[in-house]
Structures are given as C-alpha cells and as structure tokens.
C-alpha cells in the first residue's frame, strides 16, 4: 500500500463503544501509518448512551485533521450512520470498520491486492471465503450459508457473505450508490452491494482473520432474524418489482437536465 496512489478514508461507525473507542482510533491510526498511504479516519458515533462521543473527540485532539468525529442524536443503526459519513469524505477509497477491530486494520492491504488483481471496484471481507480464519458457533455458520444461499436466489449477488464488517469500496462507488440506499440496519451491506452490483461495478472477496476479543458469539435473536429477511426481500421488491432503484436514475437525471436549461436561459 505504499505504493498506493490516492487517500483512504476510514468509516469507524460506533455505539456504546466507550471503554475502548480511544484505543480502537489509536490502533487504526498507527496500522495505516505503518502502510505509509494517506489516510483519514472518520468515527460515527451512532447515538450512544455512553461517553463514546466524548472519549473518541479527546483522542482526536492527537490527529487533527487526520480523525474527524461525528455524532447523530438517536440510535439510527448502523446503515443510517454510514450513509451519513460520505459527507465528510475526502478520499479516493473508502473502508468500512468495526469500531471493536474484531477484524482488525492490518488485514486491508489484502482487500487492496485483491482489488488491484482482478481490477474490481468493491471487495469485501468475507467469513465464508475458503481461505478465512473464523471461529464462531454452529448457528450462525448455518444461518450465514442459508442466508447466502437466499441471496444468491434473488439476487445472484457474486459474492458469499454481504454482512462481515470489513470492507473496501472506490469512492465514486458510495457516492453513486448510497443515494440509492434505504435501509438503515441489518441488510444496508446488501442494499449497498446488490446496487453496485446492478449499476455494473465489479466485487470481489477476500479471506478474513477474526480474533475475537471482547465479542462473545451468542445465538441470533429471532427478531434480528426477522427483521433482516424483511428487509431483504423489501430490497428485492424495490429492485425487482417496483424497479424504484432505476427510478431514482430516470428522475434525478431528469432534474439535473431541467437545472441545465434554467442555467443556460
């Protein structure tokens, strides 16, 4: 990555992340220093009820213009933050990142090599590529395989696993895709993916290692479950049956043309 050409933004979303934000910015900061590229950070604090805001905004005082903090007022979930964030981008790659490093920073430049190998345009950690380290409970290896297998099905998604955390995008990617974006929690990974994939942008996988530190793997609630079937299949129905992702194209290219002809009057 020294060799990279163009500045990486990191997106940090975090929520009750208090006791260990400062240290998840300060590992963050030092592990791109070590790649030697051009970087920002920017920490989403998604309307914690602790003192994550506050922890992280002191740490930041010892990288000024390098960590930007941020914050929303409510709990919007994960996909609400994100979207946010492109706003205050500078970028030419962006990066999603778990605020707990479960899946920790050092693991990017393999997303790099992959993109420059096969010349793609987002990749994306995943826990089921054959290559990855993850230890997690029989449940949740069930549930992502069959989860994978329903995505396949409606979307045929090139690509096994759309929830892990880590994740590599060109910039101009995000800022054609999240407009797009509505889903604010458990499936906006894949809102974001099955748009990429659809407005022709090429995704590939990497192997992930995940040493879990804090995370203690415990069974999927069913409404966590339900929630997100729902919103995938609101995905699929947006895209497939009401082809409301399309829409946005037509009209915001037909606003953009009647702003041309008010200009040029």
């Known amino acids: 990555m020294r060799d990279l050409k163009g500045k990486v933004s ?25 790649f030697g590229c051009a970087w920002e950070l920017v920490v989403m604090d998604d309307g914690s009820t602790d003192n994550t805001y506050q922890e992280a905004m002191q740490t930041a005082a010892g990288y000024v213009g390098r960590v930007i903090v941020k914050r929303v007022p409510l709990n919007w979930g994960k996909g609400r933050v994100l979207k946010k ?3 205050y981008l500078s970028g030419d790659y962006v990066v999603f990142l778990d605020a707990d490093l ?5 693991q990017i430049p393999a997303l790099f090599d992959m993109m420059q190998l096969v010349q793609a345009d987002v990749v994306i950690g995943s ?4 290559h990855s380290q993850v230890n997690y409970p ?7 395989t ?21 994740k590599l995008f060109k910039t101009e990617v995000l800022r054609r895709v999240l407009p797009r974006v509505l889903v604010k929690k458990f499936a906006f990974d894949l809102e974001v993916l099955v748009n990429a994939h659809h407005l ?15 995370r203690r793997y415990g069974s999927i609630g069913a409404n966590a479950i339900y929630t997100t079937l729902w919103d995938t299949l609101a995905v699929f129905y947006r895209m497939h049956i009401l082809r409301y992702y399309d829409r946005i194209d037509y009209y915001r290219r037909k606003n953009m043309a009647k702003e041309f002809r008010r200009m040029r009057r």
Do not use: W
């Not at 826990?127 to 054959?130: D, I, Q, S």
């Open 146 to 166: 069959g989860y994978y297998f329903l995505v396949r099905l409606l979307f045929n998604l090139p690509c096994h696993d759309t929830q892990t955390g880590i």
């Open 102 to 106: 479960d899946l920790h920073p050092a």
């Open 10 to 34: 990191i997106i940090m979303p975090a929520y009750n992340e208090a006791a260990h934000i400062g240290a998840s910015i300060k590992e963050t900061a030092s592990t791109f220093d070590e």
């Open 138 to 144: 029989l449940q949740r290896r069930v549930i992502s």
């Open 127 to 130: 826990k089921l590529h054959p």
């Open 85 to 87: 964030s492109i706003h």
């Open 200 to 214: 022709g942008y090429k995704i590939a996988e990497a192997p992930v290692v995940i040493k879990s530190q804090r």
